[in-house]
């Protein structure tokens, strides 16, 4: 069975310009998490989707950061215009939705905005 | 509202000593607890979970927790650690109840083994 698949894995960008991450998560897992993780720190949920629904959205800096998830399969990650502090490593991981399920994570798309 | 707290952000561990990697945890509901390890430039794997029953758990790589609840702890053990240990290691906790699958993690215990 495939994992969480992230694309691109690296990403080197100047300010003020867009950047987008995909991710795809494991066939069935109708939960799909999007996480920042600076350096040092652990993940902090950005996003969560039940389906096709964004459900948690709460911590996302929705004047430059979207997301969507058309179809509940694989989902968007969008930054536009980047800043210098948006450099970091963005995480999607899924679940199946039930409450005793664990996350299962992807490696990650590391962003360096110079 | 939950929260994560891993004290030592960084530890040094000779090869073969035992090591301990600390967390606690404040909630107002009974929760699930998890720890995660990632390896440089990788994402999150799963080391173990505590969801009900025993209080020890054991996972994989031959690590093992356990679940104090007086304490709201859930500190991380293993016996004799390897050079491959070497990673960031963070604890996580998920409300028990089905209000919503949201994960809380701690800001990670940096685990170096030295030769």
């Known amino acids: 069975e495939a994992g969480v698949v992230q694309s691109p894995r690296y990403k080197i960008i100047e300010k003020k310009q867009p950047v987008a991450f995909w991710c795809n998560p494991i066939?069935?897992?109708?939960?799909l998490y999007w996480y920042l993780q600076n350096l040092g720190q652990g993940p902090e949920l950005l996003i969560r989707?039940?389906?096709?629904?964004?459900?948690?959205d709460s911590q996302l800096p929705k004047d430059r950061f979207s997301a969507e998830r058309l179809k509940g399969v694989d989902s968007t990650l969008k930054i536009q215009p980047a800043e210098l502090g948006d450099s970091a490593v963005y995480l999607c991981?899924?679940?199946?939705?039930?409450?005793?399920?664990?996350?299962?994570f992807g490696p990650g798309t590391r962003l360096l905005v110079l | 509202a939950q929260s994560v707290t891993q004290l030592d952000s960084q530890v040094p561990v000779f090869e073969e000593a035992p090591v301990e990697l600390r967390c606690n945890y404040s909630?107002?509901?009974?929760?699930?607890l998890f720890w995660y390890v990632q390896y440089p430039n990788q994402g999150l794997q799963l080391l173990l979970k505590?969801?009900?029953?025993?209080?020890l758990v054991k996972g994989i790589n031959g690590f093992e927790a356990e679940f104090n609840k007086s304490q709201t702890s859930f500190h991380l053990r293993k016996p004799s650690v390897h050079i491959s240990d070497t990673a960031e290691y963070f604890c996580?906790?998920?409300?028990?109840?089905?209000?919503?699958?949201?994960?809380?993690f701690g800001t990670g215990t940096s685990l170096t083994v030295i030769p």
């Open positions: 989707y039940e389906n096709e629904e964004a459900v948690d």
């Open positions: 991981a899924s679940s199946s939705g039930t409450s005793l399920e664990t996350q299962y």
């Open positions: 505590y969801l009900s029953g025993s209080t």
């Open positions: 909630s107002s509901v009974s929760v699930y």
């Open positions: 996580a906790v998920k409300p028990s109840l089905n209000t919503g699958n949201q994960f809380y």
């Open positions: 066939s069935g897992h109708n939960t």
